[in-house]
């Protein structure tokens, strides 16, 4: 699918993250305005309150857009989805007879402050990357236990917290915990000594459930997708996570990046999962080509100092899709919500530059990684400055998601002072 020409010239641009084969969702502010919902064309940003209150959108007979955040339009359904996105298309397409109408709502970029783009109703995680799975069994069980015996039947997850759920660009506090060291018999409350990020994508429900459902009614029901870090305490998570899995480990913060690429936007990029060792049951079969061609890097940068990229990988290297993750979700009769939110699971591919952490690029602390500015990292020290990237290609063009970034702070000397 070739670009889809703008008269918003940047849009244009093949570097650009915001063509208008994008038109992602997001929040912002200005000095002058208060947050509002806002869509990405280039280097500008559309106000889509004030685009409603002049009626130049009108999907619905209540407003959509008067509130900072996209669940009212989620709950609309994908008839409504669709309407909204032609509509946009039609408004700022090359030759728009509507332009005049629409260049005054045009906010540029660089003087909107982003916020949170939904309501995040509830945050499930999961562990649906072969490549990372293997890895990380491999450090701890060995090769030939690298897998748990459900891996390969089951997209594996954990629920999460919606309440650490941030937005790209807010300060990541190291954690305090309980650790606990071979050398010693009792477990000792510190900072975190191995704190780590996560690679991951994010996809977002935007149509409840109340019961079981398919993969294709899966697929259907999810609006969009984020860029996500699950910033993680490995040791807090070691001393934990037995019988039960990740609980504090993982409640730090779950960074998201401030736009939402929607379902439609990605439809050029399908591709199938990969080749089965065995064969899925009937309810978790892939209906279609059910992951993106997405490419995925990961820069750090110490305090001060340039970013070095330490990682590039694919969202096409995920053994479950988002779609295959909600119908499991769903199958215990779960409800699902609109707002919902799904981690992927760290997404890292077969060679050591494609590993989505730390924890798999310094092979659990042995095997330091040189960063170009000469420094060295097992885990992420106070200071450092992490960004997630990723961009569907297309002929002449790509779909971005922006960047979603977090910097680490120290931890509190007195986590209880008040």
């Known amino acids: 699918m070739p670009l889809t020409p703008s008269w918003v010239a940047s849009a244009n641009d093949a570097d650009s993250d915001f063509p208008l084969n994008n038109l992602p969702y997001g929040v912002f502010s200005t000095d002058t305005l208060d947050a509002r919902c806002g869509v990405a064309i280039g280097d500008m940003v559309l106000d889509m309150a004030e685009a409603e209150a002049q009626g130049i959108i009108d999907l619905t007979d209540e407003p959509l857009f008067d509130v900072p955040f996209w669940n009212e339009l989620m709950e609309q359904g994908p008839a409504v989805w669709t309407a909204l996105r032609n509509r946009l298309t039609d408004l700022l397409a090359e030759g728009a007879k509507d332009r005049a109408l629409v260049e005054p709502l ?19 995680d999961f562990y ?3 490549h990372h799975a293997t890895n ?7 090769a030939e236990n690298a897998l748990p015996p459900n891996w390969l039947h089951i997209p594996i997850g954990y629920n999460g917290r919606a309440s650490s759920v941030v937005v790209s660009g807010t300060d990541i506090r190291r954690p305090w915990g309980q650790l606990k060291s071979p050398d010693h018999a009792t477990p000792a409350f510190l900072p975190c000594r191995r704190f780590d990020l996560e690679l991951e994508m994010g996809a977002i429900v935007g149509m409840a459930s109340d ?5 294709a009614e899966a697929d259907a029901a999810i609006f969009g997708y984020v860029l996500l870090n699950d910033w993680s305490a490995r040791d807090i998570q070691a001393w934990e996570y037995q019988p039960l899995g990740p609980f504090q480990a993982k409640a730090t913060a779950t960074s998201i990046s401030p736009w939402i690429v929607t379902k439609a936007a990605l439809e050029p990029f399908r591709t199938d999962t990969p080749a089965r060792e065995f064969e899925l049951l009937d309810h978790l079969k892939d209906s279609g080509p059910m992951l993106y061609d997405i490419a995925l890097d990961i820069t750090l940068a110490p305090q001060g100092k340039t970013a070095t990229t330490i990682a590039r990988t694919n969202y096409s290297q995920m053994y479950y899709s ?18 919902d939110l799904l981690g992927s699971g760290t997404i890292s591919g077969p060679t050591k530059p494609e590993r989505g952490s730390l924890l798999e690029l310094s092979w659990g602390g042995k095997e330091p990684l040189t960063l170009d500015t000469g420094d060295t990292r097992t885990f992420l020290e106070d200071g ?10 297309g002929d002449g063009y790509r779909v971005g998601f922006g960047t979603c970034t977090g910097t680490i702070l120290p931890a509190l000397t007195d986590p209880f002072a008040r």
């Open 128 to 130: 649906a990357g072969r």
């Open 106 to 124: 045009l906010v540029p970029m660089a003087d909107a402050a982003l916020h949170m783009p939904l309501v995040v109703s509830e945050f499930t």
């Open 211 to 215: 019961g079981p459902i398919t993969v």
């Open 322 to 339: 988002a779609a295959q993750q909600l119908a499991h979700h769903a199958t215990s009769g779960c409800p699902m919500n609109v707002g």
């Open 384 to 393: 450092d400055r992490l960004t997630l990237s990723g961009a569907a290609h």
């Open 136 to 142: 990380v069994g491999t450090m701890f069980r060995g």
